[in-house]
């Protein structure tokens, strides 16, 4: 499964799912994490990893279109 960091609130990660549904783990539960990274959850171990490859992406994604809509 495929999760976003939303936010992160004291000892707590919401995390978004699918459908804009949320789920909160507890922060020493989960590798160092910053908002908006992708975190992959394996349903079989439940390891959960960052996955940077998609988290590079996705910032890119978000700055390509931030800088679209905002011009100098």
Same mark, same amino acid.
């Given at each position: 499964?495929? =999760? ?5 609130? @004291? @000892?707590?990660? =919401?995390?978004? /799912?699918e459908? +804009?549904?949320?789920? $909160?783990?507890?922060?020493?539960k /989960?590798? $160092? ?6 975190l992959?959850? !394996? +349903?079989? $171990?439940?390891? =959960?990893?960052v @996955? #940077?490859?998609k988290t #590079?992406?996705r910032? !890119?994604?978000?700055? #390509?279109l931030?800088?679209?809509?905002? =011009? @100098?």
């Open positions: 499964m495929e =999760v976003i960091v939303d936010r992160i609130e @004291n @000892n707590i990660i =919401v995390v978004e /799912l459908k +804009s549904k949320v789920m $909160t783990y507890k922060i020493d /989960l590798p $160092t994490v910053k908002e908006g990274d992708v992959e959850i !394996n +349903s079989d $171990t439940k390891e =959960v990893f @996955n #940077k490859k #590079k992406a910032r !890119n994604k978000i700055k #390509k931030i800088d679209k809509v905002f =011009v @100098n």
